[in-house]
């Protein structure tokens, strides 16, 4: 038995310029698809669009939060990754498979860059990933509990367990982003 982790499957590498344009359009498609849910007057399309809206969000807000908050503190990136879930031994067999094929944007920074950034600066950089992938979906659900869409209190509760979830994980895991952001700190 080895405690080494499973690699994580990349699919794609675009560039910062092409995986920002992606993470932007999946933002504001995905608060397109929330507004829609909004003003649709049937509630099978209403909760379709929901869901869509925040799995969008969901999907498109880590790793340009990363960037965008590591840019901002001097770090430099390569490029973007597409592909799986780094971390599908967290997952339960069952959402193993699921996270393990889902497309999780990650971005890869520059050695050079990361070696001469300051411990706090890597520690915000870090920490901005998985802080936007637990705040901003569980906030949409929140708008779509005032805008009334249908079983929007329901998701709106399950993302807050699911934040509550990751930002425990996270904290706790040698691989998470809060652990990563600690560990900067302490040495």
Known sequence: MTSASPKRRVWLRPSIAAGN??????????C???LGAARARAAGLAVSE???????IY???????HWLVGRLSGIRFRCYTIGGTSKPEAWPVG??????????FGVLTDRDSMKTAAPAAKAVMWSAGVTSSAVLPTLAA?????????MS???FVFLLIWSVG???ANLAGPRGDYFKARMTLKH
């Open 95 to 104: 959402l193993r498979w699921i996270m393990d094929h889902a497309p999780f």
């Open 59 to 65: 999907l498109s807000c880590h790793a340009i939060a």
């Open 21 to 30: 344009a992606m993470q932007i359009a999946g933002l504001v498609l995905g």
């Open 153 to 155: 209190k329901v998701v």
């Open 166 to 168: 990751t930002i425990i």
């Open 32 to 34: 397109l698809l929330l």
């Open 142 to 150: 929140f708008w779509c509990t005032h805008a009334l869409v249908p």
């Open 50 to 56: 929901m869901l869509a809206g925040l799995l969008l």
